[in-house]
């Protein structure tokens, strides 16, 4: 499971003045708010009506994802962000407010393999209609509908205005936002492969993109089940990467460029460059224990070098000076030794960039 915070936004479908939609969203994201905390879920409400989307008015198709107008990527931006969705909807005669459709109708990508839920409210029907109207889109745009809902009948629950209180409605709509972040999880390897910039890695079903700060956690763990070994090794514990807080991996992470490998949403390892005056520097080049001997490091190692800038000259990195396996690993890529052992306890390795390797 994703050690992020899942974003799900509820989305306000209702835009007539004096409308259920404000009522229903209060009630759901009060009712929720306890659970979605202990679950790590952050909610945001989003009023459709607030968005000022005109019926559609680009003029390439959404899954060219080229937007011309500025609200079409603001809207992109929000929902690309997201990890889920809950509709709050009423029923227009059997059918889903033209909002809704036209806010789907914006986007491509953005949508794709995200869990979407629903909690409906009407008369005869309760918005189950409208939900089913919503449904033959939300798939076509490869959004997950959900089994679990909640459908609110106006006449038994609503009150003056307000919704009366009902224990079974509650607990429907935790069960809602329980089924949403469990699909949520369960999909997020499919969204990642989706991603700008995300490529196939070195082992089957694998992929490698550019690590971010929003990768900290991940990072983190990563870290401390890696250094480990070298700690042991060198016997030190005075190895950074076991000791960085979530705050500094975060830090480094928008300087550094980092790759990582992932698998079913598992990170399996990375490795970090920059350049310093004319050399290149790689580092924390790391991959889980039980993967080892797969040639991962060596993958990483290689696309890490790969990125050199046209003004380096060498290729510099460092290890612990008793991590011979490490050391092996260097001078069978063609690293020399440039210091074995230094005051710091680490060892420092040295490669020149050849113009055939630019």
């Known amino acids: 499971m994703s050690t992020k915070p899942t974003r799900v936004l509820v989305l306000m479908c209702s835009t007539r ?131 679990a809902t909640v459908a609110i009948r106006i006449g038994d629950a609503v009150e003056n205005g307000r919704l009366l209180p009902d224990a079974t409605r509650d607990t429907a709509g935790v069960g809602l936002l329980d089924e ?34 929003d990768d900290a956690p991940e990072v983190t763990v990563l870290q401390r089940c890696c250094w480990m070994d070298e700690a042991v090794v060198n016997g030190t514990l005075a190895i950074p990467a076991l000791h960085e807080s979530l705050e500094e991996v975060r830090d480094w992470l928008e300087t550094w460029h980092v790759t990582g490998i992932w698998l079913d949403g598992r990170l399996l390892g990375m490795a970090r460059a920059r350049r310093d005056g004319t050399d290149w520097h790689v580092g924390r080049l790391a991959v889980v224990p039980d993967l080892r001997g797969r040639g991962l490091g060596r993958w990483l190692l290689r696309t890490a070098e790969t990125g050199a800038e046209p003004e380096c000259r060498r290729v510099l990195l460092s290890t612990g000076a008793k991590s011979l396996r490490n050391i092996d690993l260097y001078h069978s890529e063609g690293y020399q030794s440039d210091s074995l052992d230094r005051p710091d306890g680490t060892a420092r390795l040295t490669k020149d960039i050849s113009v055939r390797q630019r």
Do not use: C
Request: aromatic share 8%; glycine share 10%; proline share 8%.
């Open 17 to 147: 003045p004096g409308a259920l939609g404000p009522v229903v969203t209060q009630w759901l994201t009060e009712t929720v708010a306890s659970r979605a905390a202990a679950l790590g879920v952050e909610l945001v409400p989003v009023a459709l009506g607030d968005l000022n989307l005109p019926f559609l008015d680009e003029e390439e198709h959404p899954s060219s994802g080229v937007y011309q107008q500025e609200h079409t990527r603001r809207w992109s931006a929000i929902v690309d962000a997201a990890d889920g969705f809950i509709v709050v909807t009423p029923e227009y005669n059997y059918g889903m407010p033209a909002t809704l459709k036209n806010a789907l109708d914006y986007l491509s990508r953005e949508w794709a393999w995200k869990p979407i839920g629903f909690v409906s409210y009407g008369h005869t029907s309760a918005g189950t209609r409208s939900v089913q109207h919503a449904k033959q889109v939300v798939t076509t745009l490869r959004l997950v509908p959900l089994g």
């Open 180 to 213: 949403l972040v469990r699909v949520a999880h369960a999909l997020r390897p499919l969204r990642e492969t989706g991603r700008a910039g995300t490529l196939s890695g070195p082992l089957p079903g694998s992929y490698t993109r550019r690590l971010t700060p």
